[in-house]
C-alpha cells in the first residue's frame, strides 16, 4: 500500500501559501524581511496565514502612527509601506466575498496612501471613469520634473498594484512618473468598483491614457510595464493602441491560459478576475485571450521582455514568440537562466535595467 500523508490541512496549506509567496518575492516586492520571517514562523505554529498577516500589519501601523507622533515623517512613510505590504500579502489567498479581505484591502489602501501623503510631491489616489465604476490607481511623480514621461504599471490574475511600488521607485529616480493600477478583474478596481476583465480590457488601459494626456503635470509621452499576465495585457494595449511609446512584458506569454494546463486549480484565480462563477465557463473564457502573430505584428513600439528559463506559470516559449512576432524593430529578450516567474530572485537587476531601458526609450520618445 502506498504510504499514507499524514501532513494536516492547516499544515499543507501553510507551505502552499509559502510557495505561492517565496521569501524572494515578498522582500524584493516591499515587505520588510523580519515580517517575512515572522509570517513564515506564525504559520508554521498554526496561525491563518491572512490572520498573521493582518496582526504583522497593524504592529507596522501602530509604528507608523507613533513616528508621526515622534515628528518622525520619513520613519512614519517606511512604517505605513511595511504595514501595507503585510495586509496586501495577507488579503491574497481569502475569497472576495470575505470580510476580513475587503477589511484587510482597506488597511492596505489606508496605509499605502498615508506613506504616500508624506511625499513630496504627494502619492494620489486616482480613479479613472469607466463602466458603471472606475479604474483606480495611484499616481507618483518624481520631484523637480515638469510634465514627465509616465508609465503605467500593472500585475496579472491576482493584480496587486501595490506589489510593484519597489519597481516604481527605480523609475521616479530616473525622472519617470508612474501609475500603478489595478486593471479590469484586479484589485480594488474588482472588490470596491465590481468591474470585472472581458474583451474591452485594452480600451479601458487606452481610458487610462487618456486620463494621463489630459493630466498637464504629466507630459503625453506613455509607456506601459505588466508583470506576469500583465505582461500579456501591455503587449495587447501595444499592438492595439499607437500611444503607447514602450512596452515591457515581465513574465508575461502570448495565451495566459496556458497555466491551466499544468495547474488546473488556478482556475479559482481566473473566477474571480473574469467575474464568472462556473470553472469551465471561466476557463473557455480565458482560453479566448491570445496574441495572435497578426495581432503582434501590430506592436511596433520598442519592446523589452524579460523571463527565467524555469518559469513553470508561463513557458519561455511561449515568452520567446510572442518577442519573435512582435513587429516592432527595436526589441530586447532578456533570459534568466536560474529566473523563476517574474524574475523575482534577480530583483535589484531587474528593476535597474527596466528602469535605465524605458528611461533610454522615453527620453527619445519625448523629443
Not at 490572520?51 to 512604517?79: C, F, K, N, P, Q
Not at 491570445?290 to 528559463?309: A, C, F, I, Q, Y
Not at 523575482?344 to 535605465?356: F, G, I, M, P, R
Request: some cysteine; proline content about 6%.
Amino acid at each position: 500500500m502506498p504510504e499514507q500523508d499524514h501532513t494536516p490541512p492547516w499544515k499543507a496549506e501553510a507551505e502552499a501559501h509559502k510557495r505561492a509567496m517565496p521569501l524572494q518575492r515578498l522582500t524584493g516586492n516591499g515587505m520588510d524581511y523580519a515580517d517575512v520571517v515572522e509570517l513564515y514562523r506564525l504559520v508554521d505554529d498554526g496561525t491563518p496565514w491572512s490572520d498573521a498577516a493582518e496582526h504583522l500589519g497593524d504592529i507596522g501601523l501602530a509604528r507608523a502612527t507613533d513616528a508621526i507622533g515622534a515628528g518622525h515623517s520619513v520613519t512614519a512613510i517606511s512604517w505605513y509601506r511595511a504595514a501595507a505590504a503585510c495586509y496586501r500579502v495577507g488579503q491574497v489567498p481569502l475569497p472576495d466575498d470575505r470580510e476580513q479581505k475587503r477589511r484587510m484591502y482597506r488597511k492596505l489602501i489606508d496605509s499605502y496612501g498615508a506613506a504616500g501623503s508624506l511625499e513630496d510631491p504627494p502619492v494620489e489616489h486616482v480613479e479613472i471613469p469607466w463602466g458603471d465604476g472606475a479604474l483606480c490607481g495611484w499616481l507618483l511623480r518624481p520631484p523637480g520634473v515638469a510634465a514627465p514621461p509616465t508609465v503605467i504599471v500593472m500585475g496579472g490574475f491576482d493584480g496587486w498594484r501595490e506589489e510593484y511600488h519597489v519597481g516604481a521607485t527605480y523609475l521616479r529616480d530616473r525622472g519617470l512618473a508612474v501609475l500603478l493600477v489595478d486593471g479590469p478583474g484586479q484589485g480594488e478596481t474588482r472588490l470596491f468598483q465590481g468591474i470585472t476583465m472581458d474583451h474591452t480590457v485594452d480600451a479601458a488601459f487606452s481610458a487610462m491614457i487618456d486620463y494621463l494626456i489630459a493630466d498637464n503635470r504629466v507630459g503625453d509621452t506613455v509607456a506601459i510595464w505588466g508583470n506576469s499576465m500583465g505582461g500579456f495585457l501591455a503587449a495587447l494595449v501595444a499592438s492595439r493602441d499607437s500611444r503607447v511609446a514602450a512596452c515591457v512584458v515581465n513574465g508575461g506569454t502570448n495565451r495566459p491560459a496556458e497555466i491551466l494546463d499544468r495547474f488546473h486549480r488556478f482556475t479559482s484565480k481566473i473566477q474571480p478576475l473574469l467575474g464568472i462563477d462556473n470553472p469551465e465557463a471561466a476557463s473557455a473564457a480565458m482560453n479566448e485571450y491570445v496574441l495572435t502573430p497578426d495581432e503582434l505584428r501590430h506592436l511596433t513600439s520598442p519592446l523589452l521582455l524579460l523571463h527565467g528559463t524555469p518559469d513553470r506559470v508561463f513557458l519561455i516559449e511561449n515568452a520567446r514568440t510572442l518577442f519573435d512576432q512582435a513587429g516592432t524593430g527595436d526589441k530586447t529578450f532578456l533570459e534568466w537562466a536560474d529566473g523563476d516567474h517574474c524574475i523575482y530572485n534577480h530583483s535589484h537587476e531587474k528593476h535597474v535595467l527596466v528602469a535605465d531601458w524605458l528611461a533610454d526609450r522615453l527620453a527619445r520618445a519625448a523629443r
